[in-house]
């Protein structure tokens, strides 16, 4: 190789005008991440809390409350240092002090509640999320009151999100706010060097208040689309971590890279129609069972995901109320599946399943197995992005629309729940309607957990739906470089992240 | 000449239209709703109805593309359905990714594709023709990627030569610019340059077969003098077509070699629209593409008229 890299080389240095080839050594301080997520908004008050929100967002603002990536529900201090619950309605944050924005505005409990209030009167995407509160109140420089119409025990949670994010006051009425934030996070935004879906540049802040971003790193997100370019982008140094599929995962590992991997997103057949209507048999658990004994989900787990998947028959993930006795309910047993069909009086079955199109291996595998118990279902690719907009009408008996790791609170009443928005048939639910009714409104959390416990045994042995696997995200990184590495929602949690001493100094 | 340009320009107006319109309809029927992806999962009825009444999804479909059409004229191609980006930076951020993809895809095709070609024909049946032909056929019969695949491990993986990904500008950096697309465009032009061969080829060999070919001869004007005044000049009126053909090949299939290389390419911007399914910035890529291909299309009239002065006359 060596002698027609020497030819190559001599050739690549004239067509480029004599510079020296490209060397990925040179800035290797900088933490330079590889994403398919491209920006949506850099407004967070009318930002999702998806993955252009762990990405980006966090980068350059600061919530009232940080995310907890070992449970959604103890969230850590953030702009608040530290909050009590004054009665089952009302919540007191003491403020840190001593932060600014961007812009040099200083922060404190009007701006706090300046932000609050704007977020619900823009009444963004995650709006609902906080829907219980209000009013806000400022009881000096550095505490700050929020009032709700109800005991939420999910506030806190979700003001982890866009919802409680932190903007400059002065920004509120910018209309490039979008694309130029004014926070007052780690890292300050480089709009003027970086190319929307090409490349992003953050410069850390200096004097930055609280302990993100420990090494001061400058940082850089590189937008790849394609995984494989992302892995590509690794191996030749030009980043050094990548959000990558399981596919690209062993070459990252075989060459040497460190994997960190989190399950974060459950795949399955949800059943709509379990009054019946469209398909009468889906109606009866046992038929609905059966479908869950059927499949081999370790197979499926190892063929198609190469064993980067939980191989699980329940929705939950491990938090508040999490039962791993439901991980193996649905074992592996087609014979019981034959069994539960024929108790149930189904010699024959078949309905229509509709995926999109990136799902196809996943479902063509599940598709094998129920034809062996003598269920046929046949799988209808729907444009990506339509299955939401389907799981709220009657046109199929099921969806397989993938879900994020939440609790019942936010599930409820989207999935399951008599009034969920994907409940197109109006399927009625009692049981576990009161059990979320309570949990959702106590802050008990020895109550909560009883009833998450609860309510997952009925989603998973009623089979509302039938939990195929939880999906993990991946990150590879070069460990010499980087420390601290661990994965938020899809994306690694950069505020932590820190570059390795010595590595990159002159 | 002046006339001709001026009667396919004045072609183009109803095609742009015909082709806007068509799109703009046909972006309403994909299924799906861009209110899902920004609003997620959790919004309410009224939540889907203030979007739809900001994003003015909620008007019929006619007035929707009135206002759109009333808005381009004036050269605004709207706004990106998720923030203030405007369409046209969008593509005008994109647009030289291609189009430098494009031009170095069509350099490296003319400059292997039409001497080899050239040999090729002259030589006709010998050696030298036979292996023209057998590497223009094995190279039009690879797909660009898997090119582009073969050429990133050992060059970009291996001996990190040329970057894996990203784009340079050429006002930037040009060095880094040729760097940038070297591999991209080198990928893009193994076909084209089998394409143009093949072409060249056959093109010289009719030529060369021509009357006015023998009489040249036989007036005793010496063999080179016969192949560059006489015979390449005429081989060039359907190599023109040819490479009008292949450039804008070379568009559809940079939006494949840019997935590979992970450049912003203004493929890269429609796939990311279509996913997002971010209507205003799809229209915008559709629209703005076809005005490159009509550009391109209209480069060729005019170069087929300068050739071949039958046309201009016709």
């Known amino acids: 190789m060596l002698p027609l890299r020497s030819l190559l080389l001599p050739l690549a240095m004239l067509l480029a005008g004599c510079s020296p080839p490209h060397n990925p050594q040179i800035d290797e301080h900088v933490i330079k991440l590889a994403t398919g997520t491209p920006l949506q908004t850099f407004d967070p008050h009318l930002a999702d809390s998806g993955s252009s929100f762990s990405t980006y967002l966090t980068l350059v603002y600061d919530g009232l409350v940080e995310a907890n990536p070992d449970s959604h529900w103890r969230p850590l201090p953030g702009l608040a240092r530290t909050w009590r619950w004054l009665n089952e309605t009302t919540i007191e944050f003491e403020l840190i002090q001593g932060v600014t924005f961007t812009d040099g505005a200083p922060f404190d409990a009007n701006v706090a509640k300046a932000n609050i209030d704007r977020m619900l009167k823009l009444a963004g995407p995650r709006v609902n999320t906080v829907a219980t509160i209000k009013e806000t109140e400022v009881i000096d420089n550095f505490t700050f009151r929020i009032h709700l119409h109800r005991t939420d025990p999910t506030l806190l949670g979700n003001l982890t999100g866009p919802t409680g994010m932190m903007i400059s006051p002065a920004a509120f009425e910018d209309e490039s706010l979008d694309l130029r934030p004014v926070g007052s996070g780690p890292w300050r935004y480089d709009a003027a060097n970086s190319t929307l879906g090409d490349v992003h540049r953050f410069v850390p802040r200096e004097n930055y208040h609280g302990d993100a971003n420990p090494s001061g790193a400058p940082l850089q997100i590189h937008v790849l689309e394609n995984a494989r370019a992302r892995l590509n982008a690794l191996i030749s140094g030009q980043v050094n971590i990548a959000i990558l599929s399981a596919v690209e995962a062993g070459p990252a590992k075989d060459r040497g890279f460190a994997i960190q991997r989190r399950a974060n997103r459950w795949y399955g057949i949800t059943y709509l129609d379990r009054r019946g209507e469209l398909v009468p048999e889906l109606a009866d658990p046992r038929v609905r069972r059966a479908i869950g004994f059927a499949i081999d989900r370790k197979a499926i787990t190892d063929a198609v995901f190469f064993g980067y998947a939980k191989p699980t028959g329940q929705p939950m993930f491990d938090d508040l109320g999490q039962d791993p006795e439901l991980d193996t309910y649905y074992r592996y047993d087609p014979d019981h599946a034959r069994r539960l069909l024929q108790s149930a009086g189904v010699e024959r079955l078949s309905f229509v399943v509709p995926i999109i199109s990136t799902d196809s291996p996943l479902y063509e595998a599940v598709q094998h197995y129920l034809r062996q118990v003598g269920i046929d279902i046949r799988l209808e690719v729907v444009e990506r992005g339509s299955l939401g907009a389907l799981a709220r009408t009657r046109t199929y008996p099921v969806n397989t629309l993938t879900y994020p790791t939440f609790g019942p609170d936010s599930r409820h009443p989207a999935i399951w729940g008599t009034n969920a928005v994907f409940n197109p048939f109006n399927v009625h639910g009692p049981r576990i309607d009161a059990l979320a009714e309570e949990a959702g409104t106590s802050l008990d959390e020895a109550l909560r957990a009883r009833n998450y416990r609860d309510y997952y045994h009925i989603i998973v042995k009623d089979a509302y739906s039938t939990v195929i696997l939880q999906l993990e995200d991946l990150v590879a990184y070069d460990a010499d470089v980087l420390d601290k590495v661990r994965i938020g929602y899809v994306t690694p949690i950069l505020r932590h992240m820190t570059v390795k001493q010595g590595v990159g100094s002159p | ?314």
Do not use: C
């Open chain 2, 1 to 314: 000449m002046t006339k001709l340009i001026v009667s396919r320009i004045a072609g183009l107006v109803p095609m742009l239209l015909v082709v806007s319109f068509l799109t703009f309809g046909m972006l309403h029927m994909v299924p799906g709703d861009v209110r899902d992806r920004i609003l997620g999962t959790e919004a309410t009825a009224a939540q889907y109805e203030a979007l739809g009444e900001k994003l003015g999804l909620n008007d019929p479909f006619l007035v929707q593309y009135g206002r759109w059409l009333w808005r381009a004229l004036q050269g605004d191609l709207g706004t990106s359905a998720y923030n203030s980006r405007k369409v046209t930076d969008a593509v005008m951020d994109t647009l030289p990714v291609t189009l430098s993809l494009t031009i170095g895809g069509m350099f490296i095709g003319i400059v292997i594709g039409v001497p080899s070609g050239i040999l090729a024909g002259l030589n006709r049946g010998s050696t030298i023709d036979r292996v023209a032909v057998l590497i223009a056929t094995v190279g039009q019969a690879l797909p660009n990627f898997w090119v582009a695949m073969l050429l990133i491990v050992p060059l970009a993986l291996w001996w990190r030569i040329f970057p894996a990904t990203g784009f340079v500008s050429p006002l930037e950096n040009f060095s880094g610019w040729i760097m940038s697309i070297a591999l991209a465009s080198t990928a893009l032009g193994t076909s084209a340059s089998a394409a143009l061969a093949r072409q060249t080829r056959g093109a010289i060999i009719d030529v060369l077969q021509r009357d006015y070919i023998r009489t040249a001869r036989a007036k005793g004007l010496p063999r080179r003098l016969v192949t560059f005044k006489h015979a390449l000049k005429n081989a060039a009126i359907p190599l023109i077509t040819t490479i009008g053909f292949q450039v804008n090949g070379l568009l559809g299939g940079a939006l494949i070699v840019e997935q590979v290389f992970g450049l912003n390419g203004f493929g890269n911007l429609a796939i990311e629209s279509v996913r997002t399914q971010n209507i205003p910035m799809m229209q915008g890529v559709v629209i703005m593409g076809a005005l490159v291909i009509v550009a391109v299309n209209l480069v060729v009239d005019i170069m087929y008229g300068y050739v071949n002065p039958k046309v201009r006359t016709s």
